[in-house]
């Protein structure tokens, strides 16, 4: 377990200032972009993790036929299709919590994120109106948020201040302030790309 | 009846309809007045009960009989004055001008999806307001409208894990020093359609 002397709203928040600069930066409508891939890289990296992992194993597998000199037919089938010979895997594909596949996750998630800005700041890099830079230095944050707090979650455990009771209703957690921002940077972006009235 | 978190989501949803129609710009003038309508009830609601509670709405009937609780009467009055504020300010902010953005909102699907947000968020502020109070006040209706204890467990989860528009976005009705998230979304919006 890492611990963490500085609190982690602190911490948590000064990352996000970098993310928050990119959006004044770049505005409001690069955010939303590089949004999309943060939700879409959140969502999907564990899933593209398990064939990456795969991958490595079969590698890893014929590494080790090759190199621990029981080299044969069936010890490289046994290596890329699985079976009582294959060796020992480096991934443990069935425990979700295997150090391995969790960074593999995390790389691919950095790396969507990463595409996704350059993508973000190509497509609508440019200057924006002091408004939509306001709300892209918002968006940019939630974005920000978004995406330090999917690795930390994974990586780091923070010490809990709380002591969690059971209780007989579901627990449902909504980040109401959270929510509310993201729907206000929506907003924003609408009202920016709606046509002010004809002057009468 | 059916569960009424499914009535809710139903309600909610031909919100959402509604503001695919009328568009995002119309849309958000409801939001503005909904949402100030609701930071009202949220400053309201605890000094009118205040009031109950100190007897000084005697002269009306409305007294308390414990130090938090009134009598059903009590409830009920309380519950339909402040439904009927609710729905007079929705009626206020679909039939009139009002505070609608001016101009034309986005076309093609944007148009359409930032229409469907705004509607929806507008239905779940008016229908999640009803339930709040109707919830708030203890169900003070006839077990056949509803019944509370035969709520599902989303429901009663919806409830206790304050996802309801006043406990989730207010602040007034559980502490009357803190304003939530209400003052904050009212101030952005109103300075939104001032710049532009």
Redesign the interface.
Known sequence: MTEISIPELIFVGILMLFFAAWGWRHGLDAVLIAGVFVLFGRFSADILAKPVASSVNIFVGVFKVMTGGQFSRDALMAAIFGGDKAPTPLINMADPNDVVLKWIGTIIFVMIVYLGFKFAFKRAGGRDPLLERVFGFVGGGIAGYMCITFVLDRHVIFPLPVVIEPSDVPQIHVDAPLLVLVILVLIVFGVGRAKPAKKK | MGPIEYLWLILAMFFAFVGVIRG??KE?GVTIVLVATLFALDRLIPLIEQFIRDGKLQFLGLKAIAPNQFEVSTNLLLMIVFQLILLAAVFVAYQGETLA??????KGF?GVM?GL??GM?NGYLVTGTLWWLLNHYRYPVSPAIVDPTKMT??A???I??G?LPLD??GGGTTSVDSFG?LS??LV??II?KV??
């Open positions: 995002f710009l958000l953005f001016e101009g034309s909102g986005p944007l930032l947000m705004i968020a467990e989303l009663r989860s919806i206790n894990n996802l989730l976005l998230l904050v979304i952005i919006l939104l710049v532009r």
